[in-house]
């Protein structure tokens, strides 16, 4: 358990509207994720970050920016949301590059109408 | 590119049945092979991992057996309780360049029945 909280953990918002999700952590992980859930694709990478200020694309980047000032926080923002971006919303962290396993948050659902 | 395929869902069990969830892969090199269980309204949670071919990964009663031949990582369970009812993911990840990013299947949802 890396103490991972993530906050809301749910969220309904209009199209068009800023969000954004924070990812915290009490471990001192270096690497932290951001994931997306949705029925039939499993956990998609949105984007994730190797340290401080260090922060590269996943797979579903577009629509999506991310944010790390502090190694304990992540954040995400949809910087205008659209109803495509509804879905379950995990962080993951993971302490070092050799460490391997990675430990999840409880997830942020969110609902774009 | 990586991939992971796992047999597709829902899998319906009655308690103390065999479990076996289909996991195959696509990747270069040698990647490390991971199963992450999510229980109703949960994160995911590591439930067992190998590193290397032949390796066995183990626990609650899971087994999973790294197969580099068949590029498999199946896992199983001899005798499945209501309590393991969740949805099971499979994953791959390859520890080339820099950074570790993990590749997920689709997830397979299992019920267990009383």
């Known amino acids: 358990d890396a103490g991972i909280t993530q906050s809301p953990r749910h969220k309904v918002t209009e199209t068009g509207t800023p969000v954004t999700l924070r990812c915290h952590q009490t471990?001192?992980?270096?690497?932290m994720y951001w994931y997306r859930q949705d029925p039939g694709h499993g956990l998609r990478l949105i984007h994730y970050s190797y340290g401080v200020k260090d922060t590269d694309k996943g797979e579903v980047s577009d629509g999506y920016s991310v944010s790390r000032s502090k190694t304990e926080d992540f954040l995400l923002t949809l910087e205008s949301a659209t109803s495509s971006q509804t879905s379950v919303y995990f962080c993951?962290?993971?302490?070092?590059?050799?460490?391997?396993?990675?430990?999840f948050g409880p997830g942020t659902r969110l609902t774009v109408l | 590119g990586n991939s992971v395929t796992q047999m597709e869902g829902p899998v319906t069990l009655s308690e103390e049945a065999f479990l076996t969830i289909n996991c195959t892969y696509t990747?270069?090199?040698?990647?490390?092979l991971f199963w992450y269980v999510q229980y109703p309204g949960e994160g995911l949670q590591l439930l067992l991992k190998?590193?290397?071919?032949?390796d066995k990964g183990s626990n609650k009663g899971f087994e999973a057996t790294y197969r580099k031949e068949t590029t498999s990582f199946h896992l199983e369970k001899g005798s499945v309780q209501v309590s393991d009812s969740a949805v099971y993911f499979c994953a791959l990840l390859n520890s080339g360049g820099s950074n570790y990013k993990l590749t997920f299947g689709k997830g397979t949802l299992l019920t267990v029945n009383p």
């Open positions: 190998a590193t290397k071919a032949d």
């Open positions: 471990e001192n992980h270096r690497y």
């Open positions: 990747a270069t090199g040698y990647p490390s």
């Open positions: 993951a962290t993971q302490l070092f590059k050799d460490a391997d396993t990675q430990y």
